[in-house]
């Protein structure tokens, strides 16, 4: 449970960063730390002890919790200072919703302007996302960060520059509801099939050039998601009273 998996600032490992892009590094850290689950919706993010976890000065520690907001996964409380968002079940299927007017369009484009190595390179990943999901022991962060490696493999193929940014604000926002997805969605190994056929017809349309198709499947998709989020609400979601 969600619980399980909470942990305050104080219980994080300690890194010191001794590199150039210091606000970089320390959003990349962040975001390890969220999709990891050290971190969860609603904790508070004190810029002092973050730089004495890092051991880096404050100012990088500020501009990386700018960044998160810009994110979308904190907001900035006058008096409370920083937290880590709070999603409700109407949050992410707004989400979702955008998501589904967006990347149908990228896929679209990367169908006609994918290369054969770049179809190549997919399939390579779409194999390792079959060895991740078969597994064993599933990694919810691993099953997260191999979907997205795929997904935006497909996305940037489009040179849709621009959608592309909006597409990966959107997944960003999702992080810690996608987090939960990994967890629970795949719990049966016919889940966990159906999951690799989704990829599956993806790239199988990509290596026919069918725009359309692809355009299809993946707005049937991102659109039943959004009418029917498949998640625990009474785990994940905080909804108002």
């Not at 109407?90 to 955008?98: K, L, N, T």
Request: charged share 30%.
């Amino acid at each position: 449970m969600r619980t399980n998996m909470r942990m305050t600032m104080n219980d994080l490992n300690t890194d010191t960063l001794q590199h150039s892009k210091l606000p970089d590094l320390v959003l990349d850290k962040l975001m390890e730390w969220i999709m990891s689950g050290k971190l969860s919706m609603g904790d508070k993010l004190n810029t002092e002890e973050l730089a004495t976890q890092l051991g880096v000065s404050r100012m990088p520690i500020r501009e990386a919790l700018s960044n998160l907001e810009k994110k979308g996964l904190a907001e900035s409380i006058p008096y409370a200072g920083t937290r880590l968002v709070t999603l409700t079940k109407e949050d992410v299927r707004q989400i979702y919703i955008a998501r589904t007017a967006l990347e149908p369009i990228a896929a679209k484009y990367a169908c006609e302007k994918i290369t054969d190595q770049e179809i190549r390179h997919l399939s390579e990943i779409q194999e390792e996302y079959k060895r991740i999901v078969r597994g064993k022991e599933l990694d919810a962060v691993e099953v997260y960060q191999q979907n997205r490696l795929y997904h935006f493999s497909i996305y940037k193929a489009s040179q849709l520059d621009r959608i592309c940014v909006m597409i990966e604000s959107l997944w960003d926002n999702l992080s810690f509801f996608k987090l939960i997805y990994g967890q629970k969605l795949l719990d049966s190994e016919e889940s966990r099939e159906k999951m690799i056929a989704e990829h599956q017809s993806y790239l199988d349309a990509l290596k026919r050039r069918d725009s359309e198709l692809i355009y299809r499947l993946l707005q049937q998709n991102l659109k039943s998601r959004a009418e029917n989020i498949p998640y625990y609400s009474d785990v994940y979601f905080h909804e108002n009273a």
